[in-house]
């Protein structure tokens, strides 16, 4: 485990650098603020049923551009700044650097998600019947496996450039792509449509959404992101031979 | 301590270092220098650990930068070009947080930034951030950061690169006082920068150990000619090619170069001079002076041009970038050549030259 050493060092500093910049805040507050009106308009609604499923869905959405903003700097910036062969010549290694700023970053995701959990009391206080905890489960989970994937996505992205805008499209594509790429589906020959189908993320979180928390769908957002970390350590161990 | 074993690095087509060695003994301090582009960065990265060599080695205290890098940077402690740090982190912290990328324990940690913040006076912004602080002072938190785990090798690389005079004066004090008690390499492109700071020079250009030495060593082996300067009265007919020949039968002297313009039809009352000597020669004034009362010409100058390591350093440069030329054709302009010289443009000197030294007519003590 030598290769991770320095893993919660790297993390630590990330997670609280995001809430030394106000960059870090203000995605957080746009967060709340946006969602906390989802949940003003679709959710605490008298006469609706008990449910967040408006409130998953559109959070889901506003993953899109929110997973992007926070990863884009991760590596980008040390790239900028420099600050990448101070920490290439520490004796941690490119694997404890990616995976560092990546539980950083999902440090962080998990904050910005945290208050949104005094939703579910404040609808358990005001609802009747009680909301069933089943699709809450299951939604905070796929939120959480949306936003790891995302942020793996944007760790490779920020691994390639110096230019943190670019990082941010670069995500923001990438996920789209996975998004619809189902609609791609009738453009490929018939033994790729499996194939296709099986990386589209619309299908997976439709089961979550249902209260179904799959196996299958976890080990293909956790390998996906791993996979995602991998090709961005590659990335930054390469910068060593360019 | 420090081997850098015919090391390559090429970025695409352009090979920023070709096959540069040297190797850094304990307790020394040594100078990279060169000029911009020469491949000092590359050669101070790929010993940092940064950049992977193409070819060749690095051992750093006995570690292979590339078959254990993690042993090599825990022994190592390096200052990139620009100082990049943290700007949003306090000092303390950012020490606290290299500490801790050093796999350095609280109970060492603590004493250890303490040592360094203290070491390289930084104990009165020791609680500010870094982003507020002065170019200076980043300078200064980057070489605390690199000496915090105590290594055993220091490497700056350019390390008073855009400071003021006043900085660059207490950054050279600290650097000096770093270097008192472990191996330090440090690139510059300022030699007097290197000059002050190091007992050893190693001149890089395109890639290529130039020279490697100590700057007295360098200026001895590669000062080659010393230049006297002469102010003579002139005014007679034939008197400036009777100079040449004299000055340029002289042991030792390579070549004499009229400085003043030669104005066709206008009689100059007093003509400016250069006499090269070659590499190894004794003081030649005397000399000169003497050939020069032979001749009758009255002098009303005679210094020496002090060989200095930047003069050797821009010589070095010059020879690496320039390619072998073909002798021109015709003379050079302002050059004045003897009767018996091959038509060069370069006076050089007669026969006696060839000779080993031996008491010159005129001159003798």
Not at chain 1, 88 to 109: D, E, H, Q, R, Y
Not at chain 2, 108 to 123: D, G, H, N, T
Request: charged fraction near 20%.
């Amino acid at each position: 485990m030598s290769r991770f050493r320095g893993v919660g060092t790297i993390a630590e500093r990330e997670l609280s650098s995001y809430f030394r910049q106000p960059a870090g805040w203000l995605i957080i507050a746009f967060y709340l603020f946006l969602i906390g009106i989802i949940f003003s308009m679709f959710v605490l609604q008298p006469g609706q049923p008990a449910s967040m499923r408006s409130f998953f869905a559109f959070s889901g959405w506003l993953l899109l551009p929110v997973a992007p903003a926070i990863s884009m700097r991760l590596i980008a910036e040390e790239l900028r700044s420099g600050t990448i062969e101070s920490l290439l010549t520490s004796p941690i290694g490119g694997a404890a650097l990616v995976v560092g700023k990546f539980l950083g970053a999902c440090g962080f995701l998990a904050a910005m998600l945290a208050p949104t959990m005094l939703y579910i009391v404040l609808l358990d206080r005001v609802s009747s019947p009680r909301p069933d905890m089943g699709p809450l489960v299951s939604g905070y989970v796929c939120l959480l496996l949306l936003g790891v994937l995302y942020l793996a996505i944007g760790v490779l992205a920020s691994s390639l450039t110096s230019n943190s805008t670019l990082a941010f499209l670069m995500t923001l594509f990438t996920i789209l792509a996975l998004l619809f790429v189902n609609n791609a589906a009738q453009f490929v020959p018939d033994f790729l449509k499996p194939v296709v189908f099986s990386l589209s993320l619309v299908n997976r979180v439709g089961d979550f959404a249902k209260g179904i928390i799959d196996t299958a769908h976890l080990f293909f957002f956790l390998s996906t992101s791993a996979w995602f970390l991998f090709l961005a350590v590659s990335a930054v161990e390469l910068r060593r031979t360019r | 301590m420090v081997l850098v074993d015919s090391v390559h690095k090429s970025f695409g087509a352009v090979a920023a270092v070709r096959g540069i060695s040297f190797e850094l003994k304990p307790g020394q301090v040594a100078g990279l220098l060169g000029p911009n582009g020469a491949g000092k960065t590359t050669t101070i990265r790929m010993i940092a650990g940064y950049l992977l060599p193409d070819a060749g080695r690095v051992v750093v205290s006995g570690y292979d930068t590339v078959a254990q890098p993690v042993g090599a940077r825990y022994r190592l402690g390096y200052l990139p070009e620009s100082t990049p740090l943290y700007g949003e982190m306090k000092v303390t912290e950012y020490l606290d947080y290299r500490g801790r990328l050093f796999g350095m324990p609280r109970h060492v940690r603590k004493p250890a930034i303490e040592f360094a913040v203290s070491r390289c006076w930084l104990k009165e912004v020791r609680a500010r951030k870094i982003g507020t602080l002065s170019k200076g002072f980043k300078q200064r938190v980057g070489m605390a950061a690199a000496l915090l785990h105590n290594p055993a090798v220091l490497i700056l690389d350019e390390p008073t690169n855009g400071l003021d005079p006043t900085q660059i004066r207490e950054t050279r004090q600290l650097v000096r006082e770093l270097g008192a008690d472990r191996t330090m390499l440090l690139s510059s492109h300022i030699l007097s920068e290197v000059e002050k700071l190091c007992d050893r020079v190693i001149v890089v250009c395109a890639g290529k150990v130039r020279a490697d030495g100590a700057p007295a060593q360098l200026v001895r082996d590669h000062g080659n000619s010393a230049k006297y300067m002469v102010q003579a009265k002139g005014g007679r007919p034939g008197d400036d090619d009777r100079l040449v020949r004299l000055w340029s039968n002289l042991p030792y002297v390579q070549e004499v170069v009229r400085t003043n313009p030669d104005k066709r039809g206008e009689v100059t009352e007093w003509t400016n001079w250069v006499v090269s000597s070659k590499a190894g020669a004794p003081d030649l004034r005397e000399f000169i002076a003497a050939a020069a009362m032979q001749n009758g010409t009255v002098l009303r100058e005679l210094r020496t041009e002090v060989i200095t390591l930047e003069r050797v350093f821009l010589r070095l440069i010059e020879e690496a970038e320039t390619p072998a030329k073909p002798a021109p054709a015709e003379p050079l302009k302002d050059t004045l050549t003897p009767s018996v010289a091959p038509p060069t443009g370069t006076v050089t000197p007669g026969p006696a030259a060839a000779k080993p030294a031996e008491p010159i007519a005129g001159g003798a003590r």
